[in-house]
């Protein structure tokens, strides 16, 4: 099994039916903890990244991760767009020089992109962000990797630890990010940012093994 150009698109297609049709959700937990515009710039944001790539019709997966990245810079405001879209763009240097990814040069491209996050926004573990989702689930993807596992159950392994941390944002009370100046009042509350993430990692799994 080998994610080639047209899985990544198929990817972007699934994500931008994936937060339209969860943008309702998305909004009411930043209405909770911030400013209600996370469904909002979630939904914007890769409507623009599938238009666009389909659009240009990039010729290799660095392409495609490439125009999704500019779109999302481009498209939404507030901490996310440039968050998210350091994550495409990571992703696509990861690519560079591929024309198919296995299961290694999948998770190098996820590890590329996760990285970028961290180095961008400079948050840690248990700061009640995206990362709290992502973080699990690029560590399941290596221990999936090292032991062997097929793709399709490495992807599906990384989503169930994604939505662990996602769960497990919770109680925690936000040190980054607009939530962060509630202090305690932020806990209590599922991060929105760790949800929209588990969104893209289960986009990912459902699309990247068909
Ligand atoms: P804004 O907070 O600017 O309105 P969004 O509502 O679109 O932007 O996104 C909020 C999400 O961004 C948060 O739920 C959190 O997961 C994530 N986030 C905020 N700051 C950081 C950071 N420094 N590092 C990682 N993720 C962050
Ligand atoms: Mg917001």
């Not at 903890?33 to 979630?42: E, K, L, P, T």
């Not at 962000?129 to 990797?145: E, I, N, Q, S």
């Not at 940012?193 to 699309?207: H, K, Q």
């Amino acid at each position: 099994m080998a994610v080639t150009r047209d899985h990544l698109l198929a990817w972007l297609e699934a994500l931008e039916r994936t937060y339209a049709e969860n943008r309702s959700w998305l909004t009411d937990l930043d209405a909770a903890i911030g400013d209600a515009d996370h469904g909002a710039n979630m939904a914007r944001g890769f409507a623009a990244a599938r238009a666009e790539a389909a659009q240009n019709a990039p010729g290799d997966l660095r392409g495609v991760l490439q125009v999704a990245a500019a779109s999302l810079i481009r498209k939404v405001g507030g901490a996310s767009g440039p968050l998210y879209g350091t994550l495409f763009l990571k992703a696509s240097t990861a690519c560079a020089g591929k024309e198919t990814l296995d299961a290694a040069g999948v998770v190098a491209m996820f590890q590329a992109g996760i990285k970028g996050i961290q180095q961008l926004g400079k948050a840690a573990e248990g700061d009640k962000t995206m990362l709290d989702a992502l973080l699990p689930a690029l560590g399941a993807m290596r221990k999936g990797l090292e032991n062997g596992t097929e793709l399709n159950v490495i992807l599906a392994d990384a989503t169930a630890a994604a939505e662990r941390g996602m769960l497990a944002t919770t109680p925690m009370q936000a040190r980054k990010g607009r939530a962060s100046y509630l202090g305690p009042r932020s806990v209590g509350h599922q991060d929105p940012g760790a949800t929209s993430a588990w969104l893209l990692l289960r986009a990912a799994a459902e699309t990247f093994g068909k």
